[in-house]
């Protein structure tokens, strides 16, 4: 079982409902669980996706995977990808009728082109991003356009993330850290944008929240400039993916939810524990 759960990023999936609650509360609309689900479940596929199309590299860069250490069957990775996406495309149609379908069916093809043919391509950091964005999409319903600047908010900072995790392995290059480091900024800009309409309360509540989101994420990313090393980026990417929280937070915040941005925070503590037991990247 712990094979499975390293497999699928188990911890990392704390950093996902808050892409439909985001897309939710910038719609105006309540949060739909189910839709959080689907989204959970389509995060995993993505991730037991990955470790098997990367299956042979990952036996000469990240032995210590369970493809490559022998406790999880190549098969067994793929046959789950492909159970976990379609339980998600199901519980989106359940969740969210038609239209939660067609977006969980266009994220689900975003998460299998990445992984598949996207990754190691020059596209691979903006293809990441788009299934964040569509991510977000998918709890908006029918208000997509009013939950476009939150999506490209979370899409800007997964574009981060990914631009990192392409250093895990060799070490941050040159220009690596900045690269990260704009991206990171301009997801609080653009966060901040999506607030700019909302009451006095909720954009000074989403507001605490970027500056906690920059504070949590800035110097981290920044510390790659002297130290560059594999080990520093790991850690950069663990804690950028859990930055992903707060910044899910301040949207949600900015469209007044304030006990679900609560609710949402209270999640950043587990998640660092148990990142600190099983991998996230």
């Known amino acids: 079982m712990r094979a499975l759960l390293e497999l699928v990023r188990a911890p990392a999936a704390l950093s996902v409902p808050g892409d439909t609650m985001a897309g939710a509360a910038a719609a105006g609309r309540r949060p739909a669980p189910g839709l959080a689900l689907a989204s959970v479940l389509m995060y995993w596929s993505g991730m037991a996706l990955n470790d098997w199309a990367d299956r042979e590299v990952d036996a000469i860069e990240r032995p210590e995977r369970p493809i490559p250490s ?25 969740a969210g009728g038609r239209r939660g379908l067609t977006v969980a069916g266009l994220l689900a093809g975003a998460v299998w082109a ?22 977000v999409l998918l709890g908006a319903g029918e208000q997509a356009r009013a939950a476009v600047p939150a999506a490209l908010a979370i899409g800007a900072h997964t574009y981060g993330i990914s631009v990192l995790g392409r250093a895990e392995v060799t070490g941050a290059a040159p220009g690596t850290a900045e690269r990260a480091l704009v991206a990171s ?26 500056a906690g989101y920059l504070a949590s994420t800035l110097p981290v990313q920044a510390g790659l400039r002297t130290r560059p090393d594999p080990e520093n980026v790991r850690q950069a ?33 587990l998640g660092r524990w148990l990142s600190s037991r099983l991998a996230t990247s």
């Open 70 to 94: 022998g406790r999880v069957r190549p098969g067994a990775a793929l046959g789950l990808a492909a159970a976990l996406t379609g339980a998600g495309l199901a519980t989106a149609a359940v």
């Open 114 to 135: 990445y992984d598949l043919g996207l990754k190691r391509t020059a596209a691979g950091p903006a293809s990441m991003a788009a299934c964040r964005v569509l991510d």
């Open 185 to 210: 900024t301009a997801a609080a800009g653009l966060a901040a944008a999506s607030c700019l309409r909302n009451g006095a309360a909720a954009r000074a509540g989403a507001g605490v929240l970027i």
């Open 237 to 269: 990417v663990r804690l950028s993916i859990l930055g992903l929280i707060p910044l899910q937070a301040a949207a949600v915040a900015g469209g007044g939810r304030f006990a679900a941005a609560g609710a949402l925070l209270c999640s950043l503590p």
